[in-house]
């Protein structure tokens, strides 16, 4: 023991200051008071130390400061709320500006889009293709878009997560996912040596699916359009990312893929879609050019229509004009016209008309039940029809009364007279204006017949044959006379004067100038003349040279009235 | 969800791709077989309460002029065998086969389907043969793509042998 008191003794004379310095070491050390304020003097130094030689520090403090700031909040948010203030006020202010920037940004491409040229177009490519013109837009302005991301394991070509853009079917993602890694095994095998480049692209319709082959999995994009080159080297960044987070998911993949699930939002940063820049200058000028064409046909349209419409009444006003037709309704239906009403068959039809107004007679249908009317228009043009007067007699109705004027023959009058009195609309008749033409046939005739000379040779009573032509004139004109008399309800007496010349003495010419006359007489009724209507009369000598030795016919009117 | 790789492969002609197609959602044309020697079809089946899909590579025959692609092996968590049992040859290269999934793969689970069992007048398989299977390999199922019998039930064994 004491052996060991010595070496202490010579310790503590050999070391005595260093031992009062590890003292007081020790002190500072153990007493948390005194080294948390060693601590405080070098840690900050020490922080910048760390930070420069390497990121070790700071991915450790993240737990910490994660921690701190949840309880920090937790337990009073104002203190940090305030703290961020200065920071998320104008951070919010220009997220908010970024968002209202791009919906006006979207609604001004929208009315680009659908009033330019351009846009019309694309409305008549969709109309022509029948594809929705949101597609024929987004395959025109796409510059490329990411339509789907696959992720898939590489040992087995299973599907570990799949995203895709809207409207993209995904049923059937696991096998797609299966089969291209079958393909890229069957390039692998057949054309490539070292397993070096596998197949980066293929190109399948107006889609390519870019391959960026890893180590433990494969990234697969079906892209739509013209993907920059720059996107495979983001694809390549993305696949040695999902290596880093998920190595030993990778390599302990059992086919449970719900481990990959985080893996999502990595996916998701790879669906990005480029449009092509516009020209907004010449967008905007045929955009409103567009909208004044637009305005323009518009505005004509609705012109027309009314021109049209106007057109139509004022055919409809002229049409209920027409004597005979009486308009009830007329409408337009659909494209069509439809006119309803009454109409006499005798009247003009509408439909007549329908040109002078400009009016596609296809266009109008017309419903009309048949009527008679008692407008005097129709009356007379019924009249017309049905007894067909002569073009020189005229008419007129005044109170259901019909004048006539003109001249006629006495014979249409006397055979049309009860037909047209019985006519609807009419009450009566009145001829009194008509002059009759056979008036007229008499006055002719008794004038001829007046002018006929039946001559005798002297002192004889007896007709020379050389007479007789003459007495067939003369028969066959008081035929006639007869005739139209009797038409014309009028009786005529028919007077044979007997004449002699001066020479023998007067009572014999007397005696023989009766006897010529009734021989004439004779003579007529043997030919059918009707004796009673015959007086003679024996006239002695004729003081006229011209009358002497012949028999003269005076024609007497028998008037009615 | 679980999904997993297997893979059919037998002789050329044993009735692989009409033994799974009535069972199979199949979205690929038959032609992928004479062209890249692969096609591959899903099939989704609930094994002691649980969902798993299963990705069949149906792999193109093997006969002396085509071998099939070991690369498309790999991955699997296992296979079918199939046999014709109207061709004794075709149990032959499916023990060659067996070696070489085995080889290339690792032991897996394997189910082995002798096929064509409604031609049972043209059968070729006798009890020395079925022996032979089951003791190298295991005992097989009897299948026929023409009635589906024992179809269901290899799937099941063989979902069931690789959870």
């Known amino acids: ?561 | 969800m679980i999904k997993k790789k297997i893979c059919l492969i037998g002789s050329y002609a044993v009735g692989k791709t009409s033994l799974v197609r009535r069972f199979v959602h199949s979205i690929f044309s038959d032609k992928y077989h004479s062209t890249i020697g692969v096609k591959v079809d899903q099939k989704t089946i609930i094994v002691d309460g649980e969902e798993i899909t299963l990705l069949i590579w149906d792999i193109h025959g093997e006969d002396e002029y085509q071998k099939i692609q070991p690369s498309y092996l790999k991955g699997s968590s296992g296979f079918f065998l199939v046999i014709d049992g109207t061709r004794a040859m075709t149990k032959d290269v499916a023990f060659k086969l067996y070696d070489l999934v085995i080889e290339k793969t690792g032991e897996m689970p394997c189910e082995v389907l002798i096929n064509k069992y409604d031609l049972k007048d043209s059968w070729a398989m006798y009890k020395k043969d079925i022996n032979e299977i089951s003791k190298i390999i295991k005992p097989p199922f009897f299948t026929s793509a023409k009635t589906g019998e024992n179809v269901e039930e290899a799937f099941n064994s063989l979902a069931r042998a690789m959870l």
């Open chain 1, 1 to 561: 023991m004491g052996h060991e008191d010595d070496i202490t003794k010579l310790k503590n004379l050999i070391l005595s200051k260093e031992l009062s310095e590890l003292k007081e070491l020790k002190e500072k050390i153990d007493k948390p008071h005194n080294f948390s304020k060693q601590v405080a003097g070098v840690l900050p130094e020490a922080f910048k130390r760390a930070n420069s030689e390497s990121d070790g520090i700071s991915k450790s403090m993240v737990p910490t400061i994660e921690k701190t700031i949840l309880k920090s909040v937790s337990g009073n948010p104002k203190p940090m709320a305030d703290a961020l203030f200065p920071i998320m006020g104008p951070a919010i202010r220009k997220s908010i500006s970024e968002a209202l920037k791009s919906l006006f940004q979207s609604i001004n491409k929208t009315i680009e889009n659908s009033l330019s040229w351009q846009g019309l177009k694309w409305r008549l490519e969709a109309l022509v293709t029948q594809k929705s013109y949101a597609e024929i837009v987004l395959a025109k302005s796409l510059v490329f878009r990411v339509r789907e991301v696959f992720f898939i394991h590489t040992d087995t070509g299973l599907l570990l997560k799949h995203v895709v853009s809207e409207g993209v079917k995904t049923d059937e993602a696991d096998m797609v996912s299966s089969m291209l890694k079958a393909i890229q095994d069957f390039v692998a095998d057949s054309f490539v040596k070292n397993g070096e480049s596998l197949l980066g692209t293929v190109e399948v319709g107006d889609l390519q699916i870019w391959i960026e082959q890893g180590p433990k999995a494969i990234l697969a994009t079906v892209l739509e359009g013209h993907p920059p080159e720059k996107f495979r080297i983001k694809l390549r960044e993305a696949n040695e990312s999902l290596h880093m987070s998920f190595s030993p998911e990778l390599s302990e993949f059992n086919g449970d893929t719900v481990v990959f699930d985080p893996a999502e939002e990595e996916l998701n940063d790879l669906m990005v879609s480029q449009f092509k820049p516009r020209k907004k200058s010449k967008g905007y000028f045929w955009g409103w050019a567009s909208i004044i064409f637009i305005l323009i046909l518009i505005t004509a349209l609705i012109y027309a229509g009314y021109r049209k419409k106007a057109r139509f009444s004022q055919y409809i006003t002229t049409v209920k004009q027409i004597p005979g037709v009486i308009i009830t309704h007329s409408e337009k239906h659909n494209r069509n016209y439809i006119v309803e009403g009454l109409k006499d068959p005798d009247a003009e039809h509408p439909a007549s008309l329908l040109g002078a107004f400009k009016i596609d007679s296809t266009k109008v249908r017309y419903n009309f039940k048949p009527y008679l009317s008692t407008g005097n228009d129709l009356i007379l043009k019924r009249l017309h029809k049905q007894v067909d007067p002569p073009s020189t007699i005229s008419f007129s109705i005044s109170d259901g009364v019909l004048m006539a004027r003109g001249s006629s023959p006495m014979k249409w009058v006397n055979e049309n007279r009860g037909i047209i009195k019985s006519m609807p609309g009419i009450k009566d008749v009145d001829f009194s204006g008509v002059f009759y033409e056979e008036e007229n046939t008499v006055k002719e005739l008794i004038t001829e017949i007046a002018s006929i000379r039946i001559s005798f040779e002297v002192g004889q009573w007896q007709l020379n044959s050389k007479e007789y032509a003459n007495l067939d004139e003369l028969k066959a004109k008081l035929d006639t006379l007869l005739k139209t008399g009797e038409v014309l309800n009028e009786e005529f007496t028919i007077r044979l004067e007997g004449y002699s010349d001066p020479t023998g003495d007067a009572s014999y010419n007397a005696y023989l100038s009766s006897r010529r006359a009734e021989q004439i007489k004779s003579r007529l009724a043997r030919m059918g003349i009707s004796e009673n209507k015959i007086e003679v009369e024996g006239m002695g000598i004729a003081a006229d040279v011209e009358q002497q030795r012949k028999v003269i016919v005076k024609i007497i009117r028998n008037s009615n009235d």
